[in-house]
């Protein structure tokens, strides 16, 4: 493989918290130099001048769906890849939420094999925590560790048996195994369309009320704290829920928070006509609650931003809201969102890029998501001021159910590196 030098980006990086303009040297699948100038002979090395452009490393993007096995017209690893790449991504960690789910050691080794062939990207995978995630029985964690699994989840499937869950959790603990939850209250939250509230009411929208999420969440932490495993709450996204949070983190519990990129650019009020692209679990919050989450995520309180891909067909979406399907694809657009939070000032892109690279790279214990010598060559090239209008035909996703069809967004994707290698650019 030919080296390459990328000349005059300004350089993000989210562990240093810093961003400057500089050159970074690609040599054999990592990077090789970096500095505020490298001089190479042209036949040497292939140049690419990004003079204008922005270098950060390439996102990592933990909750991801990928429908296969059961359900691959609605997105294949090879349409996920190929979304994920035009994206900046370059790592996609999947959930086990698939048909049947990814709970045996022959499903999870079939869906690496997918994987592999088809997609250009780096796909880990997330498996179930119990059996057919009915939680009943818990899998068997140390098959499914040896077999490649990062970490393990029933997703938005509560364990409700908390006897069950405390089970699974000291096991887990006893492998070392990543175990991530989703804070809700399972009874309250089943059937929700909508957050409780005014809103809710005058679209006569069944709704659940945020202190549901906290209830969920404080339950998890005191089983964190019994049993002491490593625990990852895939989306809190009321304000009601950070003061638990930040009283676990302060005790020390192993325990780090994402939240997606849809409740972090969206309130309620994108419900307000039934529009059934902007459905999705937990429901879209009120706009202090997202401006208590962008806060939270600003001074590292929340640690990750994921998109929390969830591709549905048509005939899942064009139903009355309350009988749609919840869930937003998000490959794609989960760099433009993310960049209104740096173009409206709440977000510097070194936090921002802590949040969607660093953080995630660090919990799942990957190398990548810095800009130093020796670290895999995944990279994103960008420019953040670049304006389009999103057209949801164009995605590259089988699915197209995006709550941002029509946009106004900013932020285009030059180039994805994965591995030192070109996966998109022009």
């Not at 400057?20 to 090395?45: F, M, Q």
């Not at 549901?212 to 019994?226: F, N, P, S, T």
Request: with cysteine; glycine share 8%.
């Amino acid at each position: 493989m030919k080296s390459i030098l990328l000349q005059n980006a300004m350089l993000i990086d989210p562990e240093a918290g810093t961003e400057e303009i500089g050159s970074l040297l690609i040599k054999d699948t990592k990077i090789c130099e970096i500095g505020a100038k490298i001089s190479l002979a042209s036949n040497e090395v292939e140049i690419i001048d990004c003079t204008g452009k922005y270098l950060a490393p390439g996102i990592i993007d933990i909750g991801v769906k990928v429908c296969e096995p059961g359900e691959r017209h609605k997105e294949s690893f090879k349409s996920a890849g190929l979304a994920a790449a035009s994206g900046g991504i370059t790592t996609i960690v999947t959930r086990p939420d698939t048909l049947p789910a990814i709970d045996t050691p022959e499903t999870l080794e079939f869906t690496r094999r997918r994987a592999n062939e088809t997609a250009p990207i780096n796909v880990l995978s997330m498996a179930a925590l119990t059996k057919g995630r009915q939680g009943r029985e818990m899998t068997e964690i140390g098959f499914l560790l040896d077999a490649g699994a990062v970490g393990f989840t029933d997703c938005d499937s509560v364990i409700s048996d908390t006897k069950v869950l405390s089970r699974a959790l000291s096991y887990a603990r006893s492998l070392g195994a990543l175990v991530m939850g989703h804070p809700q209250e399972p009874t309250l939250s089943k059937g929700a369309a909508a957050t409780s509230g005014k809103l809710a009411s005058l679209r006569g929208l069944p709704s659940v009320s945020s202190i549901a999420e906290r209830m969920g969440l404080d339950r998890d932490i005191a089983l964190v704290e019994m049993t002491g495993v490593r625990y990852h709450f895939d989306q809190i996204t009321t304000s009601r829920a950070l003061p638990s949070l930040r009283r676990a983190k302060n005790k020390g519990l192993d325990i780090t928070a994402g939240t997606s990129i849809h409740h972090l650019t969206l309130n309620e009020f994108d419900l307000a006509d039934y529009r059934t692209f902007f459905k999705v679990k937990p429901p879209l919050r009120s706009e202090d609650d997202r401006l208590s989450v962008v806060a939270a995520l600003k001074e590292g309180l929340i640690d990750i931003i994921s998109s929390m891909h969830t591709p549905q067909d048509e005939e899942s979406k064009r139903l009355p809201f309350e009988e749609a399907a919840s869930g937003a694809v998000g490959l794609e657009t989960l760099l433009p969102a993310a960049l209104r939070l740096y173009h409206s000032g709440h977000l510097n892109l070194p936090t921002l890029f802590r949040a969607l690279s660093f953080n995630p790279a660090s919990r799942i214990g990957l190398p990548c998501g810095r800009l130093i010598a020796g670290a895999p060559a995944d990279l994103v090239i960008f420019d953040p001021h670049v304006p389009f209008l999103l057209d949801r035909s164009k995605l590259k996703s089988k699915s197209k159910n995006t709550p941002f069809d029509g946009a106004r967004m900013q932020g285009k994707v030059i180039w994805t590196f994965v591995g030192g290698r070109a996966v998109f650019g022009p």
